[in-house]
């Protein structure tokens, strides 16, 4: 259980620094905080956190590297994500389509972003 808590302690904290305008608004006004959001951020977890050692130094900092490769590419709180087809951000809503779709979108990005950065 200690792991699992760190994990997600970990990540949600590297989210927060990462999105600090997107954070603790309600879901009318922040994607980040609505059920889309959080689902599909929850989807990137898994995929990020497949490479990070539980309690490990410096996976804060490389968690919040990786978020910066991309977070420019994030509609959370205006403007749209052209990853979706310039869907606007208040758009996104809590459906099992667009919960896969901004997935889908945010593991491209940070897929891409790595790719990058190799």
Same mark, same amino acid.
């Given at each position: 259980m200690e792991s699992i808590w760190w994990m997600l302690m970990t990540y949600w904290t590297a989210v927060r620094e990462a999105f600090p305008?997107?954070?603790?608004?309600?879901?009318?006004?922040s994607r980040l905080?609505?059920? +889309?959001?959080?689902?599909?951020? #929850?989807? @990137?977890m898994d995929r990020m956190m497949?490479?990070?050692?539980?309690?490990?130094d410096e996976a804060p900092q490389r968690l919040r590297?990786?978020?910066?490769k991309f977070k420019d590419?994030?509609?959370?709180?205006? +403007?749209?994500?052209?990853?979706? #087809?310039? @869907?606007?951000?208040n758009e996104i809503q809590n459906t099992p389509k667009h919960i896969?779709?901004?997935s889908n979108a945010l593991i491209r990005l940070?897929?891409?972003g790595r790719a990058v950065a190799s």
């Open positions: 305008e997107a954070w603790a608004l309600p879901p009318t006004d905080m609505h059920g +889309g959001g959080i689902r599909s951020m #929850g989807r @990137l497949a490479s990070v050692v539980p309690f490990e590297q990786e978020f910066s590419q994030c509609a959370w709180v205006d +403007g749209e994500w052209s990853e979706l #087809g310039n @869907l606007p951000w896969r779709m901004l940070y897929i891409q």
